[in-house]
């Protein structure tokens, strides 16, 4: 994330309360976003996907009858059109990478407008992708019946994350995280799976990878895990609230299961 263009619009907001901001290039006042588009060139089929954006929810769709990946994505501008923002589309062979550089842009006195920004990107189910996806303020959301990808990593600063596609299979490592926000996943497979969250609850109908760790500071955690309880090492801790599972370390067992919140329960089910 970005974290120094963070303590730099920090910055340029106190110094501008002080009129000292000379050298922030800064805007006070309402602003709208202008909807952009990109669709594959065709010149090659993308796999990898890289999103990185300030202010947006996003949203995946896997569609089994599209041909090319497309993305929908907002630009912020002024309501009189000057645009606020840079976005950078860069688009290779297999790759396409879309980031956002706002201004330093804050709004100061009451009832200011604050849209809504959102991305939504189609991407055609017959492949296998590769997808990062990073904002500072948003929602991250799957949908589709299924999704085959080589890795998956999605970060928020505030927003939750939905993995509401009927299946996501990843063949490498997951990682998921929110500072603010629940995540919620339906079935997903991958090589090793690791969940956090600040604040907000994490729930998942099927998981299943060898080794899976989920951690929250204030939250319930409810999972249901693929294969027997007997073949899983377990970690289960929590500080204040109860579990229906305990801790059992066996290095012997063939999966790893790491279950942690400071504040809330813990619940984990298993199929097999």
């Not at 995540?183 to 998942?204: F, N, P, Q, R």
């Not at 204030?218 to 999972?223: A, H, K, R, S, Y």
């Not at 609230?241 to 329960?265: C, F, H, Q, W």
Request: proline residues 2%; negative net charge; aromatic residues 6%.
């Amino acid at each position: 994330m970005k974290k120094i263009t963070k303590f730099f619009v920090t910055a340029c907001v106190g110094l501008t309360v002080l009129g000292a901001a000379s050298g922030c290039n800064r805007y006070v006042g309402d602003y709208t976003y202008a909807q952009k588009s990109f669709i594959e060139s065709g010149s090659g089929e993308i796999v990898s996907l890289s999103i990185d954006y300030e202010n947006a929810a996003i949203e995946v769709k896997f569609d089994p009858s599209a041909t090319a990946v497309s993305v929908s994505y907002p630009q912020m501008q002024t309501k009189s059109g000057k645009e606020l923002s840079e976005v950078t589309v860069r688009e290779t062979a297999n790759a396409l990478t879309i980031e956002e550089d706002t201004d330093v842009i804050f709004k100061l006195g009451v009832g200011i407008n604050t849209p809504e920004a959102k991305i939504s990107v189609v991407l055609p189910a017959t492949r296998t992708y590769a997808l990062d996806l990073s904002v500072d303020n948003g929602a991250i959301t799957f949908l589709g019946d299924s999704a085959a990808l080589s890795s998956l990593t999605i970060d928020t600063d505030n927003g939750a994350i939905a993995l509401s596609a009927t299946e996501v299979n990843v063949a490498g490592r997951v990682e998921m995280t929110t500072d603010n926000g629940a995540i919620s996943v339906g079935k997903l497979t991958a090589s090793a799976l690791m969940i956090e969250t600040d604040v907000g609850a994490v729930s998942a109908s099927e998981l299943f990878a060898p080794e899976v760790t989920v951690s929250v500071d204030v939250g319930e955690i409810d999972v249901t895990l693929a294969g027997k309880k007997e073949e899983w090492s377990v970690v289960a801790e929590t500080n204040v609230g109860e579990s229906n599972i305990s801790t059992n370390v066996d290095t012997a067992r063939p999966y790893k299961l790491t279950l942690s919140t400071d504040v809330g329960g813990i619940k984990a089910n298993f199929l097999g």
